[in-house]
């Protein structure tokens, strides 16, 4: 990291190789507190968090340091001691000088506590919580380690358009949006594009890219403007194969962020990231449709599971086998999408299925049969997304 900034800049996970050594740090003054004759100030950098020490007998330097207020940007300078009493690292920094970058208003807008509206009001301030900055982090090493997977694999990278002259799903939650002297649409999906990469002779693509729904919505199914994250396969046995890669695609993935995050996701969340056991148990439709009534619930829809049915299965699922991860396959054919897959022995269902995880459908995936050119008449690929 030091590599990206000026030479003589430190960070705080260099501190421990540093004792003796006079350093520079920026970074924002997370908390102040005063005493009598000293001034103990502890500093936030990327890397993590160290106490400042600053005598008073140093008039400049307090001085200075009077009109500092909490999440304020400095750049100090220091030496690293050898501080054993300290719980931050067991060291600290004895201040030699301090640049006050910008000074934060005091008190500031917001709090740990503050509601959802305020901190989106006032980001700027809400993303210095460290919570915050690790959601980033996770997010960033889960999509590495997706990629790396793919690539693993023989996957190619696609970023297909987000502004399409007709709408990319069926349906009418569609954004469309002035386009010089016509009408332009908002991507729903990457689909078809992934579906011409295949007929072009990619055989395996993937896309993480942003897509847009017009669905209102006030509930955790937002799906306004998400991230969506698309793969597809060419020449594939059926849709069972694709599951097998699905399941071994994000066991890879969570493994990584276990590895790399678990113990902060742990010590900040009180929750523990356990790379999640395979094969994931996969039930087909009409099998939901039998637990559930079991279960006394009596679904909104004949094609489809509500939001309800997708939690209550899910318990069920996690108490019956351990398992938080679902598929559910053979959804009737009224209920997805044209391009699916049908059974040959029964038309009515098809070649696809959903993933729940926690009660929550997060991939839909499905052997497609799409005749496209002479070439390749009647390739057999899939879709998950």
């Known amino acids: 990291m030091s590599d990206t900034f000026p030479s003589s800049r430190s960070f705080v996970s260099d501190l421990p190789l540093c004792i003796g050594q006079r350093v520079t740090l920026y970074g924002f003054a997370e908390a102040i507190r005063d005493q009598k004759r000293m001034r103990f100030i502890i500093l936030r950098d990327p890397t993590g968090r160290v106490q400042l020490t600053q005598s008073k007998d140093h008039a400049v330097l307090t001085a200075a340091l009077d009109a500092l207020t909490p999440e304020s940007a400095l750049i100090v300078t220091g030496t690293v001691v050898a501080a054993p009493a300290v719980k931050l690292g067991g060291l600290e920094v004895v201040l030699e000088s301090v640049d006050i970058c910008a000074l934060a208003d005091a008190p500031l807008p917001i709090t740990r506590d503050s509601g959802l509206d305020k901190w989106i ?78 007929a072009g002779g990619t055989e395996k693509v993937f896309e993480i890219g942003p897509v847009f729904r017009a669905e209102p919505s ?138 729940l995880w926690r009660g929550l459908e997060i991939t839909t995936g499905a052997q497609l049969n799409i005749a496209t050119t002479a070439l390749w008449p009647g390739l057999k690929n899939a879709e998950c997304g």
């Not at 190619?156 to 349906?171: F, V």
């Not at 046995?237 to 071994?248: C, G, P, T, V």
């Open 121 to 198: 009001d006032h980001r700027q301030v809400s993303l210095r919580y460290p919570e915050q900055q690790l959601v980033f982090a996770v997010q960033t090493t889960l999509e590495e380690a997706m990629r790396a997977f793919w690539k693993q694999h023989g996957f190619h990278e696609i970023h297909s358009p987000k502004l399409m002259g007709t709408a990319s799903e069926s349906g009418s939650e569609v954004f469309a949006v002035s386009y010089f002297d016509t009408t332009a649409f908002l991507a729903q999906s990457p689909q078809f594009y992934k579906q011409m990469a295949i």
């Open 218 to 355: 006030f509930t955790s199914r937002h799906e306004t403007e998400f991230t969506s994250i698309d793969m597809e396969i060419g020449w594939i046995k059926d849709h069972h194969q694709l599951m097998e890669f699905e399941e071994r695609w994000l066991a890879h993935a969570i493994g990584v962020v276990a590895e790399v995050h678990g113990a902060e996701i742990e010590a900040l969340f009180g929750i523990k990231i356990t790379p999640p056991m395979l094969p994931f148990p996969r039930v087909t439709f009409a099998e939901t449709s039998e637990i559930l009534a079991r279960l006394g619930h009596v679904s909104t829809r004949e094609d489809d599971l509500d939001a309800e049915g997708e939690r209550m299965l899910c318990e069920h699922i996690a108490t019956e086998t351990g398992h938080e991860f679902v598929f559910i396959t053979d959804y009737p054919a009224s209920g997805r999408a044209f391009y699916h897959m049908r059974h040959e022995d029964r038309p009515n269902l098809t070649k696809g299925f959903d993933l």
